[in-house]
């Protein structure tokens, strides 16, 4: 069974960073396309980055480019999602979520952490 714990998240003033981990057991992280979603209150999911599998491709939102960047170290069977430049609304609880296959619907990954929040003042 495959597990991911996401950490990293917290408090922050608009214009901050934060980096965010998905630690990956279970299996190796390198079987696995990777992404990051996020929820806020009231809101659905949605789609923030992606990774691919294999030559590490990335995919961004339209609202995160320029500002986020996501990575992977398979060697540490961890994930990261790089966040600069923070807004009042990136606030949301941010999930990472693994599958073999890569895109933005959430329906196309089999495995998902517990999610962290992230919540950027103004």
């Known amino acids: 069974q495959v597990q991911l714990v996401e950490s990293g998240g917290g408090l922050v003033q608009a214009g901050g960073s934060l980096r965010l981990s998905c630690a990956v057991s279970g299996r190796p992280l390198s079987m696995y396309n990777m992404a990051w979603f996020r929820q806020a209150p009231g809101k659905e999911r949605e789609f923030v980055a992606a990774i691919s599998r294999t030559i590490g491709s990335t995919g961004y939102a339209d609202s995160v480019k320029g500002r986020f960047t996501i990575s992977r170290d398979n060697a540490k069977n961890t994930m990261y999602l790089q966040m600069n430049s923070l807004k009042p609304e990136d606030t949301a609880v941010y999930y990472c979520?693994?599958?073999?296959?890569?895109?933005?619907?959430?329906?196309?990954?089999?495995?998902w952490g517990q999610g962290t929040q992230v919540t950027v003042s103004s």
């Open positions: 979520a693994a599958g073999v296959r890569v895109g933005v619907v959430p329906g196309e990954y089999n495995y």
